[in-house]
């Protein structure tokens, strides 16, 4: 992190040297200010350590793995290429060092005006100070997030705990979702957690877990996934008692058509 801050910081001298010498060449005022003749120097050390001190609070801390960072390696895995093997073995070579990052990145939730200012200016993604406004990197360490969890698998295990917690925020809608996608995703790890948050009837987004059963019975029974669905058929939230009936009527279809179900 160090070397590349410096990096960015001789380049940000470089710039701005060369910034102050165009503006004293090609500047339209008859008399340039005497202060840019006598402290050319120190206005490019300060203008530097300005860019440096911006570059620190925005550089990322993701780890890396042979000179590449982990949004590289799963940008590369994202992309069909012959290198995707490659990329996907990185970042499972990273391993658990890489899950406090792809915690951190799926964690953001965007302000409230965000859709609409991202559906109302989208011409703004295309520049720099567009991007930064709209939260463009947040956004796509935020799905990046998802797919390094894919990749992960297994090693992701370590932070199903997390995930379910930041499902059941009720603050991070969005950023609930995509915990609910990676747990989903996780699969038998997950199930205590999926199976707490359908009995708890504090979550917010209990009618979005009665279908994870549904795909958990072809992984780990009928008998394990019916009966927190059974125990919320009678659950006085209409939205999870729908839910829940559905995915009972795709696991267990004879409890909807058997003469004692009638």
Avoid at 50 to 71: K, N, Q, Y
Wanted: hydrophobic share 45%; glycine share 4%.
């Amino acid at each position: 992190m160090t070397y590349i801050n410096i990096r960015r910081f001789l380049k940000a001298v470089t710039i701005t040297q060369r910034f102050c010498l165009l503006w004293r060449r090609f500047s339209p005022l008859k008399e340039q200010p005497a202060f840019l003749g006598r402290h050319l120097a120190f206005i490019v050390v300060w203008l530097a350590a300005v860019v440096l001190g911006l570059a620190f609070l925005t550089s990322s801390d993701e780890p890396h793995f042979r000179g590449r960072s982990l949004s590289q390696w799963i940008d590369i895995a994202a992309q069909p290429s012959d290198l995707r093997p490659q990329a996907e073995g990185a970042v499972r070579s990273l391993g658990t060092n890489a899950i406090p990052t792809l915690l951190k990145w799926i964690r953001y939730e965007p302000p409230a005006w965000h859709p609409f200012a991202r559906a109302k200016f989208g011409l703004l993604l295309h520049i720099a100070p567009g991007r930064w406004l709209l939260g463009e990197s947040s956004y796509q360490n935020a799905n990046r997030a998802i797919q390094g969890f894919f990749i992960l698998k297994t090693n992701a295990n370590c932070a199903v705990p997390d995930l379910a917690e930041l499902f059941k925020d009720p603050a991070r809608r969005k950023a609930a979702g995509r915990a609910m996608i990676v747990l989903y995703a996780l699969g038998p790890p997950a199930f205590p957690q999926m199976v707490a948050a359908l009995a708890d009837t504090n979550h917010p987004y209990r009618d979005r877990v009665a279908p994870y059963f549904t795909f958990m019975a072809g992984v780990l029974g009928k008998s394990a996934c019916l009966p927190p669905l059974q125990a919320a058929l009678d659950d006085p939230d209409p939205r999870v008692r729908s839910a829940v009936t559905n995915a009972l009527r795709s696991i267990a279809p004879e409890m909807f058509t058997s003469p004692l179900a009638r």
